[in-house]
C-alpha cells in the first residue's frame, strides 16, 4: 500500500496550492481520508477529512480557506489551499484510515513565504 503526496511547492502569501494524493494498492471508497501538517518544532495536527461518505471536516485554522475533496474512480484526494499563510507553512501528510488499517504518505512540503 502506498499513499503519494504531490502538489507541495513555495507560494507567496494570498496564493493557492493544489495538493494530491494518490492512493495505490488499497481500496479508497472504503478508507476515511485526511490531511494533516506538522511545522517545525510542533506536533502533527489535522487540517481537513473527508469520510468515506464524503463527510468533511475542517481545522478552524484552515475553514474557509482550504477545501478537501476525493475521487474514487482516481483513488485520489485533493486538497485545495486558498488565501495561504505564513503559519500553514508545513509537511502535509495524507492519511488513509478504516475500522481495520491506517496508512500515511511521506509527506510534501508547503512553504508560504514572501
Known amino acids: 500500500v502506498q499513499l503519494v503526496e504531490s502538489g507541495g511547492g513555495l507560494v507567496q502569501p494570498g496564493g493557492s496550492l493544489r495538493l494530491s494524493c494518490a492512493g495505490v494498492?488499497?481500496?479508497?471508497?472504503?478508507?476515511?481520508m485526511g490531511w494533516y501538517r506538522q511545522a517545525p518544532g510542533k506536533q502533527r495536527e489535522l487540517v481537513a477529512t473527508?469520510?468515506?461518505?464524503?463527510?468533511?471536516n475542517y481545522a478552524d485554522s484552515v475553514k474557509g480557506r482550504f477545501t478537501i475533496s476525493r475521487d474514487n474512480a482516481k483513488n485520489t484526494v485533493y486538497l485545495q489551499m486558498n488565501s495561504l499563510k505564513l503559519e500553514d507553512t508545513a509537511v502535509y501528510y495524507c492519511?488513509?484510515?478504516?475500522?481495520?488499517?491506517?496508512?500515511w504518505g511521506q509527506g510534501t512540503q508547503v512553504t508560504v513565504s514572501s
Open positions: 494498492g488499497i481500496i479508497f471508497s472504503v478508507f476515511d
Open positions: 492519511n488513509a484510515e478504516n475500522w481495520r488499517s491506517d496508512y
Open positions: 473527508i469520510s468515506s461518505s464524503n463527510r468533511t
